[in-house]
């Protein structure tokens, strides 16, 4: 039997009791039977008068929906906002989302030679890709690289929150701008990213952030007070979204690695790592392709939502001090 969608709104204010966002239409079939009908948000956007579909029965534990499903699957190009993408773990997402099929939007502050190397791999493997300059720490910088990347491709399905540094230092050592930078790049950049484009989730039906954090921000590290401050407010910050943001179809998961074969693991010096790696049950570092292929099964898995995944090769569990 077809269907054919008369009129339909898309919802995108949950509607107590299913804490989730829908359209809902009404349909008729060749004899002119019309029925009211729930539609996927997945559909927002994509809805047209006229459409031809089925009309499906659906349990819920609410009771039984008729449900509206498009015939025709408009295909979309999902898309994929990386911060920090230029390089390192940033970079290694960039191209594992890109080989999941992804337009990629790789932002970081400048166009550099790893900006360059990263863009080209990326568009090697097929898909479309894109840089934006952005700086994390402002607000300002932030909506304009969104505006931009929205303006290219028209939608953004997965944010990585992956832009980071560190300024490493003993706390009595630690200068109150050290404590500020770090805070301003990890935690206050992940804020102003969410914010910008979570808004743009919701009108598209849906999304994932993925917050990068570390295993520093679950077990701490001398020397790192500012940088584990910022990678535990990532943990509270991911608990909180992914509460606000479920009904409205976005996921948001938090990865915290252990130390990742990166620049920035490099810098640390030489002693405090091989003692890390002592302490670790598999001692050797992280790969960043390992970060990243786990952040690609974030994205394609939609039963994770609302958890923080060590990929640390059992540091977690080597002492509760470790
Ligand atoms: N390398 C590790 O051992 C390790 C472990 C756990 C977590 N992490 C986290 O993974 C993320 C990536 O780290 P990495 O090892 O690839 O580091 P990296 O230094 O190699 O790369 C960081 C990227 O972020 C960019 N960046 C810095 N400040 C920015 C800003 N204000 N706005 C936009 N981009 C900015 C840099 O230009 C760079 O391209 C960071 O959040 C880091 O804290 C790293």
């Not at 300059?133 to 300002?140: L, T, Y």
Request: glycine letters at 10%; aromatic letters at 8%.
């Amino acid at each position: 039997m077809v269907w054919r969608l008369i009129t339909y709104t898309e919802l995108y204010t949950p509607v107590p009791p299913y804490k989730s966002t829908y359209a809902i239409g009404v349909v008729e079939d060749e004899s002119g039977r019309r029925a009211v009908v729930r539609i996927d948000r997945r559909y927002f956007g994509r809805l047209r008068t006229g459409m031809e579909g089925e009309v499906v029965e659906e349990w819920t534990v609410f009771g039984t929906l008729k449900k509206f499903v498009p015939r025709e699957e408009v295909r979309v190009t999902r898309v994929a906002l990386v911060t920090g993408g230029a390089r390192g773990i940033g970079s290694a997402i960039a191209l594992e989302l890109a080989r999941a099929g992804f337009s990629i939007a790789v932002a970081d502050l400048a166009y550099d030679q790893d900006a360059e190397k990263t863009l080209e791999a990326v568009k090697s493997l097929g898909v479309e890709a894109t840089f934006v300059a952005m700086d994390v720490s402002s607000a300002e910088s932030v909506e304009r690289g969104v505006s931009e990347v929205l303006s290219k491709f028209g939608r953004i399905d997965v944010l990585v929150n992956n832009a980071g540094i560190t300024r490493d230092a003993y706390l009595q050592r630690m200068r109150p701008e050290d404590w500020d930078a770090v805070v301003r790049v990890n935690l206050t950049g992940a804020f102003h990213c969410s914010k910008a484009v979570s808004q743009h989730m919701v009108r598209a039906g849906g999304g994932v952030i993925v917050n990068i954090s570390s295993i520093v921000g679950l077990v701490g590290n001398i020397g790192q007070a500012n940088y584990a401050a910022t990678k535990s407010g990532l943990v509270g910050f991911t608990y909180t979204l992914a509460k606000e943001l479920a009904p409205y179809g976005i996921r948001v998961v938090a990865i915290a690695p252990g130390f990742v074969k990166t620049r920035m693991a490099l810098a640390v010096p030489r002693s405090i790592l091989r003692d890390y790696l002592k302490r670790s049950p598999v001692s050797r570092l992280v790969e960043p392709e390992e970060v990243a292929r786990l952040v690609r099964h974030v994205v394609e898995n939609e039963a994770i939502n609302g958890i923080v995944i060590p990929i640390d090769l059992g540091l977690g569990i080597s002492s509760p001090k470790a």
